[in-house]
């Protein structure tokens, strides 16, 4: 079945340091959602990328998916301490069950 | 507006035992998910009710797990009987439309511990 990888599992930063998580896909993607878990807490929904090639901007966030809709990224810049928590990227496949399948997840740990 | 509520937010139970999650969407939330995220695991889906109907069960693990929507309101997963497998944190999620451009909204989760 359709499988996400995503890395690095941990990430330790220095706040003001950039940070980026990635996500690899075994089969193409019809689109590709980002979520964040802060610590004990539950997955919040970040964005949800659908076209290949697409790059969207939150702030600090920018989200890139790729050409051939396989892979994903997550870059973080200039790091501060409200980021802290576990990224989560899912997608679905064109077919297949309905819910997402999500990558393990990038815990950020930032040093002050 | 509430979001999505799940109960208990912990459970403790010996293996053998019955345990019954809750969870109440948000109102008006047609389709309603559960996951879980076994330790060490990726979050991983169960099933997909759209009102009261079973839309998707492909992801229910075995015949131990029963999830119901009666009334197309609130979903109970019971597991019956537990075993130490099932230990992890059951999520669910809901949206108004299937596949939302707006993702889905998770509630807290209930942490299950097995013993």
């Given at each position: 079945g359709q499988q996400v990888m995503q890395i690095p599992q941990y990430q330790h930063?220095?706040?003001g340091e950039d940070f980026t998580t990635y996500?690899?896909?075994s089969t193409t993607l019809s689109n590709i959602q980002?979520?964040?878990q802060r610590p004990g807490g539950h997955p919040v929904?970040?964005?949800q990328l659908v076209k290949s090639g697409?790059?969207?901007k939150q702030k600090r966030l920018t989200f890139q998916f790729g050409e051939a809709k396989k892979n994903s990224s997550l870059h973080i810049t200039a790091t501060q301490t409200t980021d802290v928590g576990t990224y989560f990227c899912a997608g679905y496949s064109?077919?297949?069950a309905d819910g997402l399948t999500f990558g393990k997840g990038t815990h950020l740990i930032i040093q002050p | 507006e509430a979001g999505v509520t799940q109960f208990p937010s912990h459970s403790v139970i010996e293996k053998g035992q019955t345990v019954t999650l809750r969870c109440d969407p948000i109102s008006g939330h047609d389709n309603l998910y559960?996951?879980?995220r076994v330790m060490g695991k990726e979050i991983k889906f169960l099933l997909h009710f759209v009102k009261e109907s079973k839309q998707d069960e492909s992801g229910m693990p075995n015949n131990r797990f029963l999830a119901e929507r009666t009334g197309g309101t609130y979903s109970t997963l019971k597991v019956q009987p537990a075993e130490l497998e099932d230990s992890g944190v059951y999520f669910c999620a809901s949206s108004q439309v299937h596949r939302s451009n707006y993702g889905y909204?998770?509630?807290s989760g209930t942490r299950l511990t097995v013993v």
């Open positions: 930063v220095q706040e996500c690899n896909s980002w979520y964040k929904f970040l964005i697409e790059v969207k064109g077919g297949g | 559960w996951y879980r909204t998770f509630g």
